[in-house]
């Protein structure tokens, strides 16, 4: 303990002086957790494709700054499009399947990993109630890697456009003085460690989706029968893969999901229990009104077809304050053990 404490006050010293309160709040209730034991953990890549590339000129490259030039023939064939994916398998074992976690758009699995603020997210939390848990950099996103190959440009967002996109403060409500920036009353995303999430953004393109899903499934295909776990982009990811694979899904976990599944194929996955989480100011935003209202109708449809749809706005569970990025939250814990309760309640876990 006295090593993990001397870590953290190491940090608070390199650490801006506005976010240092906060930073020494969690570095303590850090240093007071049980440790994690694992009986295993490791990564892997999966999925992917050879591509061929012909006709190009040889080139003379200086790969090191007054190195000797060397030719470089980029013909050839290239392995393209695959997936990263870490995993952690707790000795004291509780889930009955793996629990995967699928992050959102221009985001990386980083997502579930330590927050902003310097706690332990939810890739901790399901590892201490006894998941094995898995936890991936989308195709073309983090250790996964990208090519020049994909259609389109990488996008990025300004440093700014997350506080009102994500919802943590109301539309106009960003200023890059941070004593003018406007939060959401009782909003619980650390406003202080903003900038330490916006260094977490990585490029993402919107013409990948059909390869991001192909790994994914064969992520499924290795690992599964599982729960899945998604949030925002990845939504579209978890209802696609669901509908690939309804034998080897056993649950989704929606949180924030921007679109709902298909409604025409319901039939075949309407045995997969479904739950869907959305945080504050959902309902009146100008944009996630729509957004939610996706999952509204096509909640409404599954249950009409006999299936288990679980839409959650929390604050009308008592658990208020929460952005888009619950999971980054103060409050994340509140979430996660919403979450972990229903998968309990469907047999997923002692």
Request: glycine residues 10%.
């Amino acid at each position: 303990m006295r090593r993990l404490l001397t870590s953290a006050l190491l940090v608070l010293a390199a650490a801006p002086a506005f976010a240092q309160v906060a930073f020494a709040q969690v570095a303590f209730a850090q240093a007071k957790k049980e440790p994690i034991a694992l009986r295993d953990m490791g990564s892997f890549h999966i999925g992917g494709r050879i591509i061929e590339i012909t006709g190009q000129p040889v080139k003379e490259v200086v790969f090191t700054p007054g190195g000797v030039p060397a030719k470089v023939d980029p013909n050839g064939r290239y392995q393209v499009e695959q997936m990263y994916v870490q995993y952690f398998l707790p000795q004291n074992r509780k889930g009955k399947l793996p629990l995967l976690l699928w992050h959102g758009g221009g985001l990386s699995g980083v997502t579930y990993e330590t927050k902003p603020d310097g706690g332990d997210g939810w890739m901790h939390y399901f590892i201490r109630k006894g998941w094995d848990t898995y936890v991936s950099d989308a195709m073309e996103r983090g250790r996964s890697g990208w090519t020049s190959t994909f259609k389109g440009e990488a996008m990025a967002l300004p440093f700014g456009d997350p506080w009102e996109r994500f919802r943590m403060g109301p539309p106009g409500s960003w200023n890059d003085d941070p004593a003018k920036r406007v939060s959401y009353p009782g909003m619980q995303f650390p406003a202080e460690a903003y900038p330490q999430f916006m260094k977490q953004g990585v490029p993402r393109w919107v013409t990948t989706d059909n390869e991001i899903v192909k790994a994914y499934i064969e992520l499924v295909d290795k690992v599964c029968p599982c729960a899945i776990l998604v949030h925002s982009q990845s939504g579209t990811f978890g209802y696609k893969v669901l509908e690939a694979r309804p034998d080897k899904v056993k649950a989704l976990v929606a949180v924030e999901p921007t679109v709902g599944g298909d409604k025409n194929k319901i039939a075949s996955v309407k045995n997969t229990p479904i739950t869907v989480i959305i945080g504050d100011n959902a309902k009146e935003h100008p944009r996630w009104k729509n957004i939610r209202q996706n999952s509204v109708g096509y909640g409404e449809a599954f249950k009409a077809a006999g299936g288990s749809f679980d839409l959650v706005d929390l604050p009308d569970a008592g658990i208020k304050g929460n952005s888009h990025m619950v999971m980054m939250d103060k409050n994340s814990d509140q979430v996660a053990d919403l979450i972990q309760k229903w998968l309990v309640s469907k047999g997923l876990s002692d």
